[in-house]
């Protein structure tokens, strides 16, 4: 455990606060981008064909403060020695926002996408990593106990991507998970927005505009997820999953690696079970398994209940992002 994970964080509540105020005034603009066939603040991604339009969403900042601090509060008597495996040794304090901002101005990007370079896709394990969202916002701060029932059940780890509106919304069940040692924690941003320099968009969601506003997106739930657990996260995922190359380098001079999938296993929330479990029935060795467990209605946790215990049975094996990959 070295200091970066431990120290002091400066005006915590204010902290917090300017995080809720980024959320709403982010969501506002999903909000406004409209396009019919888009996720948005529904936060199902990447999708797939009819996934519903939804509206603005997370609590006013004020809630948002609030549930932050009940989260902290709810986690306080487990401590940070008690969060998920994200590794013995502490990662290299983050630079500045300012110390950013030098590096990365003035850089154009050249990719948008899923899998643009310096994403990372796959392991070189023989291990497969499944990767579960909570995106949060409209519709999308539920829980799928019955899909994390049978992770646990199975005693398959899994790594969660969890985004700050999520964790405003379920402070407790955010404590519980953090407190899971099968579940490894992940960075999903602060408003859920797809992670550009320049304002380009995914699903008709309007990205990050600048360099600083996507070290907000990154550090705004960064700092949200250490003073929770006491830990760094070492892995991020953007809303909707899209980045440009400029910031995935930003991300991983952050200290996150930028990951994405192999396997899309629930097409963002909306696939039947039969699809879901076809689709991580396919799942090998360094395979990243894209999915979400914020959509308790959806195909997922049928799809995993088929799937997993076929698949161990065929003799694979799984693991956390933090079991398969070197930060
Ligand atoms: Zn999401």
């Known amino acids: 455990m070295g200091d970066s994970k431990r120290r002091p964080l400066a005006g915590r509540r204010s902290v917090l606060l300017g995080m809720a105020g980024l959320a709403s005034a982010a969501l506002s603009a999903c909000a ?39 989260a902290a509060a709810a986690l306080a008597p487990a401590g940070p020695s008690t969060g998920p495996s994200t590794g013995p040794s502490a990662p290299p304090a983050a630079p500045g926002k300012e110390q950013v901002l030098a590096e990365f101005a003035g850089r154009n990007p050249k990719e ?33 106990h019955t899909l994390l029932q049978t992770l646990r059940r199975l005693n398959v780890p899994a790594t969660l991507f969890v985004n ?13 998970l953090a407190a899971d040692p099968l579940f490894e924690l992940a960075n999903h941003g602060t408003a859920h927005l797809p992670l550009s320099v320049n304002g380009k968009s995914a699903y008709g969601i309007q990205g990050t505009a600048s360099v ?31 980045y440009d190359d400029v910031a995935v380098d930003m991300t991983r001079r952050l200290g996150m690696l930028p990951v994405n999938f192999t396997v899309n296993g629930d097409g963002g929330a909306t696939y039947s079970a039969a699809t879901v479990a076809a689709e991580v029935g396919r799942a090998a060795a360094g395979d990243i398994v894209i999915s979400h467990f914020n959509r ?11 799937a997993l215990p076929r698949l161990l049975d065929h003799g694979v094996s799984f693991g956390r992002l933090g079991d398969v990959l070197t930060p």
Request: net charge neutral.
């Open 164 to 176: 700050s509106r999520w964790i405003h919304a379920n402070p407790g069940l955010f404590a519980e």
């Open 32 to 70: 406004n981008s409209g396009s019919p066939a888009v996720p948005t603040a529904s936060g199902t991604e990447p999708a797939m064909g009819n996934a519903p339009v939804t509206g603005p969403a997370t609590p006013p900042p004020s809630i948002a403060a609030r549930s932050s601090e009940q």
């Open 112 to 144: 948008w996408g899923l899998h643009v370079t310096g994403v990372v896709n796959r392991s070189a394990s023989a291990k497969v990593a499944l990767t579960f969202d909570a995106c949060g916002g409209h519709g999308g701060t539920g829980c799928d």
């Open 296 to 306: 308790p209605a959806a195909g997922t946790a049928g799809g995993y209940a088929r």
């Open 212 to 242: 600083a506003a996507a070290y907000d997106e990154v550090m705004g739930n960064q700092q949200i997820l250490q003073e929770l657990t006491g830990r760094v996260a070492q892995f991020f995922r953007p809303g909707t999953a899209f």
